[in-house]
């Protein structure tokens, strides 16, 4: 299995593009031992996404803190992790400025979280409606399709964070699985 030469992309809107390019290409960026320059960015990167963590930790307990016990010790958390979050995301977001984004750092994981968002909102959506089985599948495919679409501009254009890019894609995949599970549960709920 070959992976696609991003020069030779072809056009969004033609038939090629997806049905054989997108499809090779995400079963390149899965299927692969390593994503490109893995080695260089988990070296330089994980004093970042440990820092990163750490601010989001002060945030988190920092603001209930603050809000409701009106304590100076959890506004004081609160505003450094929220002031690092901030500085470290549009730090990351600056270092990649100028570069564009491409379909050799295509976000795979990205693409696919947004296909089964897509299915879940669309099943929630007819499920909340008490539809019928036509509607609640009419519903589900609208749903992919949409997230179809939106997932190929979001494994595109996600490289544009800068690094952190890696980090959300990483949850897309994690958050796949929790995804499926409510579906079935929606499934099952729509069908009993």
Known sequence: M???????????????????????????RIFTEEPPGFHRSFNSNLGLTFLLFVCLL?????IPMALQQHSI?????????IAGFLFIFIS????????????????????IFFLFLG???GLFIS?????????VLGASVSGILL????????????QCLGWISGLLNGLAAVSIAGLIIVDMMMLYANIF
């Open 2 to 28: 070959s992976e696609p030469n991003p020069l030779d992309t072809p056009s969004l809107l033609s038939l090629e593009f997806h049905t054989r390019f997108l499809p090779r290409l995400i079963r390149s």
């Open 58 to 62: 002060l945030g988190t307990f920092g």
């Open 73 to 81: 010790i959890g506004w004081v958390l609160s505003g450094v992790g």
């Open 92 to 111: 990351s977001i600056i270092a990649q400025r100028g570069i564009r984004p491409s379909y050799e750092n295509f976000q795979a994981w990205t693409f």
């Open 119 to 121: 299915f879940t909102v």
């Open 127 to 135: 499920s909340t409606n008490h539809s019928s089985h036509g509607m």
């Open 147 to 158: 997230g179809y679409g939106v997932g190929i501009f979001a494994g595109l254009w996600l």
